[in-house]
C-alpha cells in the first residue's frame, strides 16, 4: 500500500490513514478484480474494476469514520483492509 498524502501505518488488514489519496497496489492482479469501499453500515460508496496493480482512491469526500475496502474476484471477497479515516 502506498499513500499519496498525509500519515499512514498499515499492516495486510488495517491502514490508518489521514489523506485525501490512498494509493493501493497489489500484487498478483488477476481479472475481473474489483474493489469497493463500504462504510460500517455496508453502505458502498466507491466500487471500481481494476485494470492496473495500482489505483487511487479519493478520500476527500469521507468524513473521519472507519471503512472496509474490500477485494472483489470472481464476485467472491477475497481480502478486506479496515480504513480509519482521521
Known sequence: MRQQKGNQKANQ????CAAILLGLGLTG???QEAITVTDI??????????YDSETIIMLNNF???AYF???IRDKKEVKTFKIIKY
Open 63 to 65: 468524513a473521519s469514520a
Open 13 to 16: 488488514k488495517f491502514i490508518l
Open 69 to 71: 475496502l474490500k477485494v
Open 41 to 50: 453500515n455496508g453502505k458502498v460508496l466507491e466500487s471500481k474494476i481494476l
Open 29 to 31: 492482479l488477476q481479472a
